[in-house]
């Protein structure tokens, strides 16, 4: 089955996974497919329940996700790139993140010393690193091993 099955049935999949969990929890929750891309999909689940679903910096959202892709999706199956978000958390923390970012990096460039962040989910990271790499004069690198990896702004060299 897995040799069948298109990226297209994978997004059906996890959307009808999110649609049952929403229900499950007793929440009142409504689910939405906010994003279709070729590769991924990004379910909101969104309502005035909602936020109970993000927890703790995402904890709760990336859990779901990985929940869902190893009930959805089975060995051999083209690779889907899911992403949950629950009540806008997504960009509210990508806008507190560029934020801190940019705030880190005028210290770096005043001070001429490195920052380091708390570790961050691998998205996370991501996301502090497109913002920086705009900014001349100041370089990031990641160090550390999952879940305790961070990043550290130094200035360019």
Known sequence: MADTVTLTELKERVAGWA???AA????DLTVRVARDESQGITIAFEGPDSSLLAGRRGEVLEALQLLAMSSCIERGAPRL???FDAG???QRREDILTQMARELADEVLSSGQEAE???LP???RRIIHQVLIEIPGIRTYSEGEDPNRYIVIAPAQ
């Open 24 to 27: 499950a929890t007793g929440l």
């Open 117 to 119: 962040l708390e570790p």
């Open 122 to 124: 691998a998205l996370e």
């Open 81 to 83: 790139h899911l992403l």
């Open 19 to 21: 649609t049952g969990l």
């Open 88 to 90: 806008g958390y997504r």
